[in-house]
């Protein structure tokens, strides 16, 4: 099996939306695609976000990934600059796909 993943950007919480959540320091989302070539027509597709957030003079990362979520690399993009657009964070991740998929 060969695996890839692809950086696709990140977002940043600005000062209005940490003093909202009670945060400090700052908070960076990054954005990436995954893929699992199991077999030559046989690959899945998922997502990954990384949480760095500085805080107490040091760096705290938080990491969660979904694979095997969409069934081409055209939706993988399409779902991952939603969740960027979205800001959505690694905790969060899980819920959001299992929403977006009872739609």
Same mark, same amino acid.
């Given at each position: 099996m060969e695996s890839f993943k692809v950086y696709y950007g990140e977002a940043r919480f600005n000062?209005?939306? %940490? @003093?909202?959540t009670n945060k400090k320091g700052l908070i960076k989302l990054? &954005? &990436? !695609?995954?893929?699992?070539? %199991?077999q030559e027509n046989n @690959?899945? &597709? !998922? @997502?990954? @976000?990384?949480? $760095?957030? &500085? $805080?107490d003079k040091q760096f705290i990362e938080e990491t969660n990934s979904v694979n095997n979520i969409v069934q081409n690399e055209k939706e993988m993009e399409e779902l991952i600059m939603l969740l960027k657009r979205n800001k959505v964070t690694p905790i969060g991740l899980e819920d959001v796909i299992g929403d977006l998929a009872r739609k």
């Open positions: 000062n209005s939306e %940490l @003093i909202e990054e &954005y &990436y !695609g995954t893929k699992n070539v %199991l @690959i899945e &597709y !998922g @997502i990954e @976000i990384v949480k $760095k957030q &500085y $805080k």
